[in-house]
């Protein structure tokens, strides 16, 4: 089996190293300075125990991949990104490629599924970076990560079942599950805080603002929806994932946290916060607060603003 993993970012990027050491064969497909980086120096994972730069095979294009044997797609950019790259794979995989969604968010499933019979979903839980070309950061260790999985919309079959077996063999903590989309519902609630941090800095407002958006954005979804409880969220994170320091980096802040450290111009809370007011949109519920912080990471993406610059207290002055 090939796997091909679209997506070369923290989540990506990580997952990508770890399989290649396992022995997996795996191409990456990159962007711009990052796929340049790679191709010119190599991937480096930076870790708690060590760093290591690892020469691994990177393209531009799905469409530059070798599909002489059956491949697997880890499809792993962030959820706005999504439409470009089911461009890029329909013109180039069969139909019948199993696409794996390695991504936040509750969109990208019923997207792939348009275009490809087989769709998978997969609830990510793995602390990780990207802040310079051609490095990616796993914070935790020696688990980088616990990737549960199953197919969408609902159900597990062999392909789930192998992919789990990769993921272990890479490190992870990985389980098929017939109810993955439970579970990616409730990481989409824990999500949510993501904006905070990202206009305002770690601590301050987002400690304040992250529990208290999840009950109310929970409303929004119809009463026989199923989500997660935050109890088996926790009973399934255990002590599993023991975010260490990794040498020479420093994690500032979460996945869009660091899209705006990057200046990427795109920020994922349309799909975050804005699957909310979506949600609330269709089914009658008012969304205000998370109608104002998709709005305004959004704002700070595209105007290049650094993360943090957003007063705290303004912010909460408005969300109250």
Not at 105 to 115: C, H, I, M, Q, S
Not at 219 to 243: K, N
């Amino acid at each position: 089996m090939r796997w091909m993993v679209y997506g070369a970012g923290a989540v990506g990027g990580v997952l990508r190293a770890r399989l290649h050491e396992a022995g997996h064969d795996v191409v990456l497909v990159a962007r711009g300075a990052h796929l340049a980086a790679i191709r010119s120096q190599g991937l480096t994972l930076a870790a708690p125990e060590d760093s290591r730069t690892l020469r691994v095979p990177a393209v531009g294009r799905a469409a530059e991949v070798d599909l002489a044997e059956p491949t697997v797609v880890l499809l792993a950019v962030k959820s706005h990104q999504t439409h470009a790259a089911v461009l890029d794979l329909v013109g180039a995989v069969p139909p019948g490629t199993p696409v794996v969604c390695v991504q936040n968010g509750v969109a990208n499933e019923p997207t792939l599924l348009r275009f490809f019979e087989r769709v998978y979903g997969v609830c990510v839980m793995m602390p990780a970076g990207h802040l310079e070309p051609g490095v990616v950061e796993q914070h935790c260790s020696p688990v980088p990560g616990i990737l549960d999985l199953g197919r969408f919309p609902s159900g597990v079959d062999e392909v789930a079942h192998d992919v789990a077996a990769a993921f272990c063999s890479a490190g992870f903590v990985s389980e098929p599950r017939a109810d993955i989309m439970a579970w990616k519902r409730r990481k989409l609630l824990m999500n949510l805080a993501n904006a905070v941090q990202a206009c305002c800095g770690s601590g301050g407002a987002a400690t304040t603002c992250g529990p208290a958006l999840s009950p109310r954005a929970r409303r929004c979804w119809r009463p026989r929806v199923p989500v997660v409880s935050e109890a088996e969220d926790r009973t399934r994170r255990g002590d599993l994932l023991q975010t260490r320091e990794v040498p020479g980096g420093e994690r500032g802040g979460g996945s869009s946290w660091q899209s705006l450290h990057r200046g990427t111009g795109t920020i994922e809370s349309d799909y975050l916060n804005g699957e909310v007011v979506l949600l609330g949109r269709l089914n009658g519920v008012p969304t205000p607060c998370n109608e104002l912080l998709r709005r305004t990471a959004l704002e700070l993406a595209r105007a290049g603003s650094p993360p943090g610059s957003v007063d705290a207290g303004d912010l909460l002055a408005q969300l109250a």
